[in-house]
């Protein structure tokens, strides 16, 4: 699998748009990227993933550059809750288990 | 819907005394995995299975044993506990890949074992 890139840490004001970045300079074209966050005490959390296209759920956007080494995770309005550690990872399809970095802190405040 | 289920939420053991940290997932995902979390080290596998009756070595097995007898359990057991085995450890399950496809975990919310 690709390694990843990422800010030690970033802060972000509650309300504002978390723009997270991450570089995967080495990925392949069968390989995706996943974001994961793992709040204080908790279990890994998924939040999205996406091959090509970028991609919209209920938590965050994923922003994919056109030649596919680096991306952005955006938090649209950051909560105080939003306060994590958040991991980007680039894997294959297929089953294979999770390899975590270090991760982005990301601390929101009021 | 429970999602991943971890008990205990804490435990404190004596070197060389065994356990089990149980493990239990509620949407009929195949694969199931444990994972350990030390400070500065990220997650680290130590045990997967792709289904009922088949489980592998993952980066850290030695020292755990773990069986999957059933869909929705993945047991974890210490053999015999060392203090280096003190960590937080975290279940995760997910559903067979599927084609085109990338391949989410679901985490429990850990067990935090301290071996004196």
């Known amino acids: 699998d690709a390694k990843t890139t990422q800010p030690t840490s970033m802060d972000c004001a509650e309300g504002r748009a978390a723009n997270l970045p991450c570089n995967h300079s080495?990925?392949?074209?069968?390989?995706?990227v996943y974001w994961y966050r793992q709040i204080h005490s908790q279990g890994p959390q998924y939040i999205i993933h996406g091959l090509k296209n970028n991609e919209t759920n209920e938590m965050a956007s994923l922003i994919i550059t056109e030649d596919r080494k680096s991306s952005t995770l955006i938090l649209p309005h950051a909560t105080l809750r939003d306060t994590a550690v958040y991991y980007c990872?680039?894997?294959?399809?297929?089953?294979?288990?999770?390899?975590f970095g270090k991760g982005t802190m990301l601390l929101v405040s009021p | 819907n429970a999602g991943v289920t971890q008990t205990p939420k804490f435990q404190v053991l004596k070197t060389g005394q065994s356990m089990t940290l149980q493990c239990a997932q509620d949407m009929n995902h195949e694969y199931m995995s444990w994972y350990r979390q030390d400070p500065g080290m990220g997650l680290r596998l130590i045990h997967y299975s792709v289904g009922a009756g088949i489980t592998d070595q993952g980066e850290v097995p030695n020292g755990y044993n773990v069986s999957r007898s059933t869909t929705e359990d993945f047991p974890l057991r210490l053999l015999s506990a060392a203090p280096s085995q003190t960590s937080v450890y975290f279940c995760?399950?997910?559903?067979?890949?599927?084609?085109?496809?990338?391949?989410?975990?679901?985490f429990g919310p850990g067990t935090r074992l301290t071996v004196l």
């Open positions: 995760a399950s997910s559903r067979r890949p599927q084609a085109g496809d990338g391949h989410t975990q679901y």
């Open positions: 990872i680039v894997r294959t399809s297929g089953y294979s288990t999770l390899t």
């Open positions: 080495t990925i392949s074209g069968n390989e995706y």
